[in-house]
């Protein structure tokens, strides 16, 4: 049990990210199923961590529950955000977003698997964005919305130099 322990947290996060999909927006059950989500993707680590259970598995789990969460949470705030961002808000976020997959793609084609470093940057995004659902209502919208690009822009760049670093370094070792 305590082997699979972080991936059994990880697999309530993607359990939890599905039962989203069937939750109100915004709701008292929607907000209780996504803090849990939130809780378990810092419990998961920490859990691997302090159990000397890290593994190539988990970490692969980690970033399919990441990137099916935030999927989801896009799908479900969406409608929400479309009525309240500026065009050039959603300009920002396509790029970003842009960014993100082909980060994504180059790893895939590259390294031949899926993954996405937990970086410092990442993680912040992730705390930000995390943050978002509950500021949709607020009118501190707009301003977090774009510290949370300017965040992102940052990981993306971390992201970009560590696959040009990785690819160059096994370009010249080869």
Known sequence: MKKNLANIITSTRL????ALLFTEPLSNAFY???????????????????TNTISALGS???????LSFYTVMMIKILPYLRR???QYIWILIYTAVGMR????????????YFESRHTIFNKITSGMMFLLPFTV???VL???SLMILAVAFAANLEEIIYICSHIINKTVHT
Do not use: H, N, Q
Not at 15 to 18: D, L, P, V, Y
Not at 39 to 49: E, K, N, P, T, Y
Not at 101 to 112: N, P
């Open 15 to 18: 359990i939890g990210t599905i």
């Open 32 to 50: 209780a199923i996504y803090i849990w989500c939130g809780f378990s993707d810092i419990l998961d680590g920490f859990v691997a961590r302090k």
């Open 60 to 66: 692969k789990l980690d970033s399919i529950s990441d």
């Open 84 to 86: 309240r961002f500026p």
């Open 101 to 112: 997959i082909l980060c994504y793609l180059v790893v895939a084609l590259s390294a031949g």
């Open 137 to 139: 209502e607020l009118p």
């Open 142 to 144: 707009i301003p977090y």
